[in-house]
């Protein structure tokens, strides 16, 4: 069984159009699992109808004080019952065959332990991919870490699904008064631990960038989530090749440890040393920041 797992937060608007999705799938071996992230509009109600109603899969409702996408990924790693684990954001919505292809993905596996998931690709909500999409050269998958995706062309945007008895082994780190941490920090450590995914050339996600989202709140979520941002550059250390672009994310690492007040984090980084000698080009970077808060987040 798959578990479908979304995590809202004052979504009431937009997740109709996420439960017409899972209603219409031809496949219905999966949970919707939620956790309603403090949500002070109609999610509640929502969520209080269509538990009541025979939807032909099950959908379990836990409700939380607003802590952030992360620690809900957290929770509901140990709450699901499927065996497999997809993220789908309340804002977003699946084909009608997503279920079944990522049932049919998994069981195409080999018995290898090095994959930890599979991968659909995401789309807009007519399920046409963004910037064409992937090209395998004619194949329909590609296994690949996290990591070696620019080698295989998979540099798009890409829907997850994972083990979830492993991915419960990469609890998402959280930082108090912080509400965000990307998920390549996750993803990256399952690659560097060896870990891989069937990625395949088929939309299987439809979403859309609405007002509110990441991409149209890039700068006030950077401020108020620095060390969310610091776990990013941190891990790209280990994979990041030239020494300049090591140098660009060790100096922006420092920056956001710098921002949150985490000094003594700068030492635990994956090259200490680096991340100690390069402290003054961080704490420039980090002025630097403050001057585009103010100026960004005012405008």
């Not at 969520?47 to 607003?66: I, L, M, T, Y």
């Not at 309340?90 to 990522?102: G, H, M, R, Y």
């Not at 399952?190 to 960038?209: N, P, S, T």
């Not at 140098?247 to 100690?276: H, M, R, W």
Request: charged letters at 25%; a negative charge; glycine letters at 8%.
């Amino acid at each position: 069984m798959l578990t479908v797992f979304t995590p809202t937060y004052n979504r009431a608007h937009t997740l109709p159009r996420l439960y017409e999705s899972l209603l219409a799938q031809d496949c219905k071996d999966f949970e919707w699992l939620v956790i309603d992230d403090g949500s002070e509009d109609g999610t509640k109600a929502l969520f209080d109808k269509w538990e009541a109603q025979d939807n032909g899969f099950p959908v379990r409702v836990f409700r939380v004080e607003n802590g952030g996408k992360q620690r809900a990924i957290n929770r509901a790693v140990e709450l699901a019952r499927g065996e497999y684990f997809f993220i789908v954001d309340s804002d977003d919505a699946l084909t009608p065959d997503a279920v079944s292809f990522v049932l049919e993905a998994f069981d195409s596996l080999p018995a290898d332990p090095s994959f930890i998931g599979i991968s659909g690709v995401r789309g807009d909500m007519q399920a046409v991919p963004f910037g064409g999409g992937p090209s395998f050269g004619g194949k329909p998958w590609v296994d690949a870490s996290n990591i070696e995706r620019p080698r295989y062309g998979l540099c798009y945007d890409m829907a997850e699904v994972f083990f979830t008895e492993k991915l419960k082994r990469y609890p998402f780190p959280v930082w108090p008064g912080e509400k965000f941490t990307s998920e390549a920090v996750v993803w990256d450590r399952m690659a560097y631990d060896g870990y891989k995914l069937r990625w395949f050339d088929k939309v299987i996600y439809r979403c859309e960038y609405l007002p509110g989202g990441l991409t149209d709140s890039f700068w006030k979520i950077l401020k108020e989530n620095p060390m969310g941002y610091a776990m990013l550059f941190d891990v790209r250390l280990l994979s990041m090749k030239g020494l300049i672009n090591r140098l660009k994310n060790a100096i922006e690492f420092d920056a956001y440890c710098i921002l949150a007040g985490e000094l003594s984090y700068i030492s635990k980084s994956c090259f200490p040393v680096l991340t100690i000698v390069l402290f003054p080009a961080g704490f420039l970077f980090a002025c630097l920041r403050k001057r585009q808060f103010a100026r960004f987040i005012a405008d």
